[in-house]
């Protein structure tokens, strides 16, 4: 063994914690602030920027809670929902079949509605 053993970084975390630092570079936060936040250490919070620390799910939470953001963009990169999308999104998918087409339709109906009252149509 080395003198000093190198840990090699997850990729999974290293990405997770790249998302982290742009989300809370973005919105002009500090490490002091979201750490506060978050109700964690400002050491913790850069060991998981630098994909250097893992997190319980309750720190992970607190995580999202304090930078705003979903879970999802964290851990996958997915594109961010703000709450009436993602509340539409739920309820669409309570819905059965037969509800979400008469949805598409009225929806359809009403698109073509706007569209033919538009002041350049006339």
Partial sequence: MSKKEIKER?????AVGQRIRAVRKSKGLTME???????????????VEKGEQSM???????LTLALGVSSDYLLFGR?????????????????????????????????????ESRPDKQ
């Fill in 56 to 62: 319980t799910m309750k720190k992970f939470a607190s």
């Fill in 10 to 14: 997850d990729p999974k975390l290293v």
């Fill in 79 to 115: 594109p961010p929902y703000n709450e009436t999308v993602a509340l539409t999104a739920e309820l669409l998918s309570q819905m059965r079949p037969a509800e979400r087409d008469f949805l598409a339709s009225m929806a359809g109906s009403l698109w073509r509605l706007l569209d």
């Fill in 33 to 47: 602030q979201v750490a506060e936040a978050a109700e964690t250490s400002i050491q913790f919070l850069s060991q």
